[in-house]
């Protein structure tokens, strides 16, 4: 989308509290998500698998000027990238599950990136709905799941988007896991 | 709305896991008491807590299809309903069981239910899941509710009131036996006498509601119900609007378009009986219903509906253009009655019966010997009989004296209401043909971008597929492709469909729009980001672009854009962006080398125009003028004429317009900073007094005295001008005109002078007297650099300001000594980013905003002669914020500042800057803020009142985009001299 400012410069306006810029920067985001990922799938795996923090990172490098943005900055950003990612994510599976089911998402544990094979299928839009009814309870609890599960986020960098201490963080994420693993199942299975 | 029970569960449950898994079910014992339910809860989760990984720590991984999927499919604003489950027989909502199901309507299933309180039937409209889930929205629907709950007419279907229980929303509605209209006219047209019965009975429906302020909005034979006394009861009064939950735009205003959820499928009704202004999407008001009123009289008259279609579009285009088969009225039908329907029918809201009365009336005397067309001493008695009718408003008789139409008029203009959720961005584009209209988007959630096409016989919407991040649009002469910009790529696609082509890529970014001419070539601007851009010119097949301008560095000229053909295909009109003496319209011609183009400047202007059919459309202080434009002799001839005030302008030195040769003209006006009301705000946040009329003001500045508020027309980021408002009487008077970016103002510590910031993207800092006499003078300029100031020290020296995007730097603090050599120092210029800066009231100390420790208020000593012979900070960094802080503000023995971005609240601090070392104490919160943007506000001098730029509605509606088609006629009407 047009804008002069480039990403560095939105950043930095958004964090002065300028709210429209991030309106500005949403686009750009989504646009070099989809981007490098095609690139990515296209030529280096030859499994057809992503890993979306692996892509935001890369999204990151390629839109942020790291020598004017500090650590708080990025962690806004991979705030802003986790929820482009989340949207993105649940979209394909609603389109996918009404004709194969499950295909087209899976998981892998992070130690196990790159053994496809042992994955389980990701209850997507399961737990995007989960997430958006305890926002209606608690949204700082589904946001800090937002950020961990779709934008890999540290505990740290959670809590900075949040504005809130890390030990709140780490309290909120435990709380919210188990409050998902009731309504969900412990693999994620309603 | 906090879910109090759900806090106290995650408190107890938080507490509970920090203890060993022994002590836990005595903590939860104690802590719970006899609130089994609550113990119950916090074990069930406890249970689930897990420090095993579970599915939440492994990382989503997408295989290859779920980012190559077309666009067309993004997730849009409004995410696709969720089926809802359906409810049992015996099943309870509240104090009402479930009997069976009755249907499903747009807003949800209908049960027939029974009141256990009262015993009585009722009938149960569960909302949709999602609705509940949506606070703001439900929050609405409660007042809403309540509102409509007033309505209480014996033809009118009763809402008892709205159940809330567990998960549920549900409205309790009077339970009505029998069938509706729909089902009796599927056997046909009714007699003449039952037709108006039924009618002056919904018209008696209407008159109540009406008279309350209530528009029924989705008035059609559906809703309407012949209970098995022959009582009339119209149903679902105004729950369109509340459905649709926003302000009355887009399509979705009607209900009738509403996506249905059933299971997960989507079904469209029918806008048959959508009013002229709702299938466009316009604001709505009661004459809406008076339209659906005259399309249910025709289909009980006739057996037909008057606009009904095969297809919605066919439907839509009916009621925009078509008139009614008014020979299927059968000559039994007198001619008041007739006349009635045709003036019901009137596609113009204007011409329309502006009061139901009017209809009540007629309805009453159908058989009265009324008007024909033409026939004035009917009408005569007709006005006669009305004015005899107290209840009839003035509104009314104006609507029914305007029987005849105007003639056609030559020039008209319409609103065409954005897509729902779709938040437009930046340009919109007219084809040659004058029919289509393209506009650019970005989404609020950035999930939708791209382009968007309507025609002009349509009212609906189009995404274009495969044009995501696109800007600068423009048209193929032939009007069948549309060409676009994604970053430094050019591209074409094709409006009927398919996939869009590269035509070039640059090493620099494209923007500012283009022209593609009959001979094939395509021209467009770039931007190189200070570097410069020049005009380009590649064939419309693609290939390597080549430049038609050059950037004259020498004379500071930036880049070249937005480029206009004249009528030959050939010359091309365009603009040069630099400093004053060289900014302008220019005269080009494709054939040209770059360094021979016309120097010659037709016009000075810091934004682009744009030429067509013998005008020059161009922008003045927020004013789109057009002017005729001889080619030939290169001048400006005749007077401008002004063609809408208010127009929005955005950061690349455009106005959002487009104007084509086929007569169509298309434009936006500004609303972003509109309609904000300056509030007096006390230190607890509580509302105590508005200051002059709702205006567009942002960017609020207080003068020393308090007396005075200087405020921006335009946000920060948004091309503006400066206004002085006397806080006594609320008159506002212009202080500035120099449409430019971007600060709010600085007051001198006397209060005769303001300093800001101005120029080229903010490189110039300007002071002006407040009273508004004089020019601005340039205080500091530096091309290629954006100022923002933000103190005026109270000795009258030195000025504060931060610049933005210094490489490796970021924000820095500068101050600019207002005596002597006038050479600005920088104070703080870190790898971290400082910016806000404001003095102590005694100029010792600054106050500021930075980066080191996530945003934070800092506080350090200021030394006019710094060690070095200039001004510097001292020794020393106090942390005045705790967590969170931002643009602060020093009043007194107080620091204030807000939590920006991430909240809206105000916080203070007291400081003591008596002693030799800083002191603060602990911040406190002084009260959130309803909304907060970079300088919505300022603090009193007493710090005891906040003035806050408040916006009148929470969330401001969509604008429209006007269009105007055949442009010419009335230009021509309006410029004698041409």
């Keep these: 989308m047009v804008s002069p400012r480039d990403v560095t410069a939105l950043l930095a306006d958004w964090s002065r509290g300028n709210r429209t810029a991030l309106n500005q920067l949403l686009p750009l985001v989504y646009a070099e998500l989809r981007r490098v990922a095609a690139r990515q799938l296209r030529s280096e795996r030859a499994d057809h698998t992503l890993q979306p923090t692996a892509l935001v990172n890369e999204v990151y490098i390629r839109l942020v000027d790291q020598r004017q943005v500090d650590w708080q900055n990025r962690a806004h950003f991979f705030g802003v990238a986790a929820n482009v990612m989340r949207r993105i994510l649940v979209d394909h599976a609603r389109r996918h599950t009404a004709s194969k089911r499950g295909e087209g998402v899976r998981c892998v544990s992070i130690d196990e990136a790159k053994d496809v094979a042992a994955s389980n299928g990701m209850p997507i839009l399961a737990l995007d709905h989960a997430l958006d009814r305890l926002e209606t309870m608690d949204a700082d609890l589904a946001k800090i799941v937002e950020l961990r599960a779709f934008g890999g986020l540290t505990i740290d960098e959670a809590a900075h988007v949040l504005s809130v201490s890390p030990s709140t963080a780490k309290r909120d994420w435990r709380t919210a896991k188990a409050w998902l693993t009731r309504e969900l199942g412990s693999d994620g299975r309603p | 709305m906090i879910d109090e029970r759900w806090l106290r569960v995650k408190a107890l449950f938080q507490a509970a896991v920090e203890r060993p898994a022994e002590e836990r079910d005595a903590f939860l014992a104690a802590a719970t008491g006899d609130d089994a339910a609550l113990r119950r809860e916090v074990e069930s989760l406890l249970t689930s807590d897990t420090s095993d990984r579970n599915f939440l720590d492994r990382l989503p991984v997408a295989s290859a299809s779920v980012l190559a999927d077309p666009p067309a499919a993004l997730p849009t604003a409004m995410d696709p309903p969720r089926s809802h489950g359906v409810l049992a027989a015996g099943r309870r909502v509240g104090p009402y069981e479930i009997l069976a199901p009755l249907g499903a309507g747009a807003m949800g299933e209908v049960y027939r239910a029974r009141d256990t309180k009262l015993n009585r039937s009722v009938a149960l409209k569960v909302l949709p899941e999602r609705f509940a889930l949506d606070r703001d929205r439900s929050a609405r629907f409660t007042r809403e509710a309540q509102l409509l709950a007033t309505l209480n007419h014996p033809n009118i279907g009763a809402?008892?009131?709205?159940?809330?229980?567990?998960?549920?929303?549900?409205?309790?509605?009077?339970?009505?036996?029998?069938?509706?209209?729909?089902?009796?006219?599927?056997?046909?047209?009714?007699?003449?006498?039952?037709?108006?019965t039924i009618a002056r009975q919904i018209a008696e429906a209407l008159s109540a509601a009406h008279e309350k302020g209530i528009i029924h909005r989705d008035l059609k034979p559906a809703n309407i119900k012949i209970a098995r006394d022959g009582v009339v009861k119209v149903l679902d009064f105004g729950l369109a609007k509340v459905w649709d939950g926003g302000p009355q735009s887009g399509v979705s205003a009607s209900p009738t378009l509403t996506a249905t959820d059933l299971g997960g499928r989507t079904i469209l009704g029918t806008p048959a009986y959508m009013s002229p202004e709702q299938a466009?999407?316009?604001?709505?008001?009661?004459?809406?219903?008076?339209?659906?009123?005259?399309?249910?009289?025709?289909?009980?008259?006739?057996?037909?509906?008057?606009?009904?279609?095969?297809?919605?579009?066919?439907?839509?285009?009916?009621?925009?253009?078509?008139?009614?088969?008014?020979?299927?009225?059968?000559?039994?039908?007198?001619?008041?009655?007739?006349?009635?329907?045709?003036?019901?029918?009137?596609?113009?809201?204007?011409q329309r019966i502006a009061d139901i009365a009017v209809a009540q009336f007629v309805l009453e005397h159908p058989a009265e010997q009324a008007p024909s067309d033409a026939a004035p001493a009917a009408r005569l008695r007709l006005w006669q009989g009305l004015a005899a009718l107290s209840t009839v408003t003035a509104l009314g008789l104006v609507g029914w004296t305007l029987w005849s139409k105007p003639s056609p008029g030559h020039t008209s203009r319409f609103e065409a209401a954005l897509p729902e959720g779709?938040?437009?961005?930046?340009?919109?584009?007219?084809?040659?043909?004058?029919?289509?209209?393209?506009?650019?988007?970005?989404?609020?959630?950035?999930?939708?971008?791209?382009?968007?096409?309507?025609?002009?016989?349509?009212?609906?919407?189009?995404?274009?597929?495969?044009?995501?991040?696109?800007?600068?649009?423009?048209?193929?002469?032939?009007?069948?492709?549309?060409?676009?910009?994604?970053?430094?790529?050019?591209?074409?696609?094709?409006?009927?469909?398919?996939?869009?082509?590269?035509?070039?890529?640059?090493?620099?970014?494209?923007?500012?729009?283009?022209?593609?001419?009959?001979?094939g070539v395509i021209i467009f601007g770039s931007w190189g980001g200070g570097a410069g851009g020049p005009l380009w010119k590649v064939p419309e097949t693609g290939g390597a672009a080549t430049a038609i301008t050059e950037v004259d560095a020498s004379k500071g000229e930036l880049y070249h854009t937005w480029p206009t053909l004249t009528e030959d295909g050939e010359h091309f009109v365009y603009f040069r962006s630099g400093p004053p003496e060289v900014e302008g319209i220019y005269v080009g011609s494709i054939d040209a080398k770059p360094a021979e183009q016309s120097r010659e400047r037709i016009l000075a202007t810091e934004f682009a125009s744009s030429y067509a059919n013998g005008y020059l459309f161009f922008i003045r202080a927020n004013t789109l003028l057009a002017q005729s434009l001889d080619l030939r002799g290169m001048k400006l001839t005749g007077e401008a004429v002004p063609v809408t005030d208010a127009l929005e302008t955005t950061w690349f030195r455009t106005g959002v317009f487009s104007v084509s040769s086929g007569g169509a003209l298309a434009y936006r006006t500004r609303a972003a900073s509109g309609d904000r009301q300056l509030t007096w705000l006390d230190r607890q946040g509580k509302r105590l007094s508005t200051v002059g009329q709702p205006d567009q003001n942002a960017q609020v500045s207080l003068s020393p005295d308090g007396s005075r508020a200087a405020v921006r027309d335009a946000f920060y980021d948004q091309v503006g001008d400066l206004w002085m408002v006397d806080l006594a009487n609320g008159r506002r008077t212009r202080l500035t005109l120099l449409r430019s970016d971007y600060?709010?103002?600085?007051?001198?510590?006397?209060?005769?002078?303001?300093?800001?910031?101005?120029?080229?993207?903010g490189d110039t800092l300007y002071e002006k007297a407040s009273s508004g006499v004089g020019d601005e003078k340039v205080l500091w300029k530096e091309p290629g650099t954006r100022h923002y100031p933000t103190s005026w020290s109270r000795d009258g020296r030195f000025l504060l300001y931060h610049t933005e995007n210094t490489p490796k730097t970021g924000y820095d603090l500068w101050v600019l000594p207002l005596q002597g050599d006038h050479k600005p120092e920088r104070l703080l210029g870190d790898a971290f980013n400082e910016w806000a800066g404001v003095f102590s009231p005694d100029t010792r100390w600054i106050a500021y905003a930075s980066t080191e420790t996530g945003g934070n208020v800092y506080v350090r000593p200021f030394l006019a002669v710094g060690p070095s012979g200039v001004p510097a900070v001292g020794e020393g960094k106090w942390q005045v914020s705790k967590d969170i802080g931002n643009w602060p503000k020093w009043i007194g023995k107080e620091i204030v500042f807000n939590d920006l971005p991430s909240g809206t609240s105000e916080f203070t601090v007291q400081v003591n800057t008596s002693g030799a070392v800083f002191e603060s104490g602990i911040p406190e919160r002084l009260f959130t803020a309803p909304v907060a943007y970079l300088g919505d506000y300022d603090v009193s001098p007493d710090a005891q009142r906040f003035l806050w730029a408040m916006p009148q509605a929470q969330r401001t509606a969509p604008v429209a985009i006007t269009v105007v088609l055949n442009w010419q006629e009335e230009l021509k009407q309006r410029m004698p001299t041409k």
């Design chain 2, 280 to 350: 466009r999407g316009q604001s709505l008001d009661k004459r809406t219903d008076i339209w659906s009123f005259g399309c249910v009289l025709y289909e009980m008259l006739t057996g037909r509906a008057p606009f009904a279609g095969d297809t919605i579009s066919d439907t839509l285009a009916a009621i925009l253009e078509r008139e009614p088969d008014w020979s299927a009225l059968p000559a039994t039908v007198p001619a008041a009655v007739r006349t009635l329907i045709r003036r019901c029918l009137e596609k113009d809201g204007r």
């Design chain 2, 159 to 196: 809402i008892y009131g709205l159940e809330e229980s567990t998960g549920a929303q549900a409205l309790v509605l009077e339970l009505i036996e029998g069938p509706t209209l729909a089902d009796r006219l599927v056997r046909g047209p009714m007699s003449l006498n039952e037709a108006v």
């Design chain 2, 422 to 519: 779709v938040t437009f961005y930046g340009y919109v584009s007219v084809s040659p043909d004058g029919r289509k209209l393209a506009f650019t988007d970005v989404g609020a959630a950035g999930n939708t971008i791209g382009l968007w096409i309507r025609d002009f016989s349509n009212p609906e919407w189009h995404p274009l597929p495969g044009t995501e991040s696109a800007g600068s649009p423009f048209w193929s002469p032939d009007s069948r492709y549309l060409a676009f910009a994604t970053g430094n790529q050019l591209k074409k696609i094709a409006i009927a469909g398919g996939p869009p082509q590269t035509l070039c890529s640059m090493p620099m970014r494209i923007e500012g729009s283009g022209a593609w001419n009959r001979n």
């Design chain 2, 743 to 761: 600060s709010p103002a600085v007051w001198s510590p006397d209060g005769s002078r303001i300093a800001f910031a101005g120029g080229n993207l």
